[in-house]
């Protein structure tokens, strides 16, 4: 081969390496990061002014997983140059000790060179190589977990914009990564925490009243999990579309939802959630009473059964539902039920709770549950629930909550009777401007502001 030709095949094999850089969306400097040599060096070999040694074009293999065709590539171009050598050299270059291959792979008996129908020893081993390295993508997995696990601790402490505005980057981030080859498990987590991020974003548009968006997303999320086989993600999904199916008044959904979650999550942290969160509630809204008694009692009994902790649960953990949390779904399906003691007394500490964590949608939730538990009363308390209420809007005046609002209206039906009373026409009001600021309808109020 001609010293001209030994360049060309090197500047092709610097040219390819550039495609493959591109094609995994790495700059020269990621590469150089990846493969620990200089940006500069990434450089040349890709413009063919610097040629070197094979050690690099296998790392370069490994981070791009290309399963050895660098090396490949590298390992022909050497054997022409070497051809091209004096007879001399050639023969110096031999270890004399050393029998050299008759037959076998090599050859056959009749001395016809049959190498050009295997891979070459170092292609696999490459191959292995790459199958085995993910150090850099269990980094980036890492960094995603972490950032999922602080939002869902966010989730109803910061708007729901915010929150929006950080996840969405992660989602797409994630997608890249989704197009590129992974280690079967780091593939799994991969799958999880896609199904955890689209589950997130889907309560962030329940928040934001984006209904279509909202169903959407959950039924992604489950796919996901599926995708995944994790049982336990499995459960978390439904657990999330059994929420967004309340919230949307789809009450049938809501239940079918936490049942089929309940199959996936056998004994796993999401059955206190699905069953109090998901299965109670749903009941109530279709007048099971003893279907809400039951789940309601045994979500207190698997309660029981939990090591305490001192931690309140967001409403979107990847863990155990918390006392207080439970507490507060109870009350909300006795509300609907018309159950007001039943309501006070589950609220009497979880509202505390709530107030000490700083999680503002259930701060407000459980207020306006009190407050609507107080008009129900046999000697209702108008101004006292009217009180609680206007606290609960205070609490969440920087927040968007599809839940607030329509726990809001509900409250507001309950009140009709005491329409005069200034605080709560000034309720009215406040829901009315929240409505007109979120750029929707605005509910139909039971009376006229």
């Known amino acids: 081969m001609a010293d001209d030709e030994i360049t060309t095949a090197r500047r092709a094999l610097g040219r390819h390496l550039a495609q493959l850089r591109k094609g995994a969306n790495l700059t020269q400097q990621g590469l150089a990061r990846l493969v620990q040599y200089g940006r500069s060096s990434v450089a040349n070999t890709e413009t063919g002014r610097q040629h070197p040694e094979r050690e690099f074009w296998a790392r370069c293999d490994t981070a791009l997983h290309t399963g050895g065709v660098l090396a490949q590539e590298y390992d022909r171009t050497a054997k022409r140059a070497q051809r091209k050598q004096p007879q001399s050299t050639a023969v110096l270059s031999k270890t004399p000790d050393r029998p050299q291959p008759t037959g076998g792979t090599g050859s056959t008996e009749g001395g016809e060179d049959v190498s050009a129908l295997w891979e070459t020893e170092e292609c696999i081993n490459a191959r292995r190589l790459a199958l085995k390295s993910g150090t850099d993508d269990d980094a ?3 960094y995603l977990e972490g950032e999922v696990h602080r939002a869902i601790a966010d989730n109803e402490r910061l708007p729901s914009a915010v929150l929006l505005a950080r996840m969405r980057p992660l989602r797409a981030y994630v997608d890249q990564l989704m197009n590129r080859r992974q280690h079967p498990r780091q593939r799994a987590r991969l799958y999880t925490l896609a199904a ?6 889907g309560a962030v548009a329940l928040d934001l009243g984006a209904f279509r968006v909202a169903h959407a997303y959950a039924a992604e999320a489950f796919d996901l999990a599926d995708t995944a086989q994790q049982h336990d993600v499995r459960a978390w999904a439904r657990a999330t579309q059994s929420l967004i199916a309340y919230y949307t008044g789809d009450h049938h959904d809501a239940l079918a939802y936490a049942q089929d979650g309940l199959r996936h999550s056998g004994s796993g942290p999401h059955t206190i959630r ?9 009941l109530a809204h279709l007048g099971d009473r003893y279907g809400v008694d039951e789940a309601v009692n045994h979500s207190f009994i698997m309660l029981a059964e939990q090591p305490h902790g001192t ?10 539902y918390c006392h207080p949390r439970t507490a507060a779904n109870a009350a909300t399906a006795y509300l609907v ?12 500490g979880a509202i505390d709770a709530f107030d000490a964590a700083e999680l503002r949608g259930p701060q407000a939730l459980s207020r306006l549950d009190l407050a609507t538990a107080y008009l129900h009363h046999a000697d209702p308390d108008p101004e006292q629930a009217a009180e609680l209420a206007l606290n609960a809007l205070a609490l969440t005046a920087d927040h968007r909550y599809e839940s607030v609002n329509q726990r809001t209206h ?12 200034p605080q709560i026409r000034h309720i009215a009001e406040q829901l009315a401007t929240r409505a007109h600021r979120s750029r929707r309808a605005p509910p ?6």
């Open 140 to 142: 980036r997995l890492s």
């Open 196 to 201: 955890h991020l689209s589950g997130l974003l």
């Open 274 to 282: 699905l069953t109090i969160n998901g299965k109670a509630r749903a």
């Open 311 to 320: 931690t309140v649960s967001t409403s979107l953990a990847l863990g155990p």
């Open 337 to 348: 039920l018309n159950c007001g003691k039943n309501v006070t007394a589950h609220l009497s």
């Open 410 to 421: 509900q409250f507001l039906t309950s009140a009709k009777p005491f329409a005069a009373i």
């Open 444 to 449: 139909a109020l039971p009376f006229a502001t």
